[in-house]
């Protein structure tokens, strides 16, 4: 009885997956849906994504093997 409960300071009881939006705990480390890496509740309860660095490094390759590959192509035109 009585107003005793506040409706200020409620916590979120999840977080959202950044990628697909499934709802998950506040503890999960990975989306069970689509098994996406999350880090803690950001704004508006989305999860924060972890940096990929395999997903930056595998670009930053592809840059690589691709101005190699332009550099070899004029250098071998001379
Ligand atoms: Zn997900």
Do not use: H, N
């Not at 697909?20 to 994504?49: H, I, M, T």
């Not at 972890?50 to 093997?65: C, E, H, K, N, Q």
């Amino acid at each position: 009885m009585g107003k005793l409960k506040q409706k200020k300071d409620v916590a979120p009881k999840y977080k959202r997956c950044p990628e697909c939006f499934a709802r998950l705990p506040l503890d999960a480390e990975r989306c069970y849906s689509c098994s996406q890496k999350v880090e803690g509740a950001g704004k508006y309860g989305l999860a924060k994504k972890p940096f990929d660095w395999t997903g930056y490094i595998r670009a930053i390759g592809l840059w690589v093997l691709l101005g190699m590959y332009l550099w070899w192509a004029f250098f071998k035109k001379g």
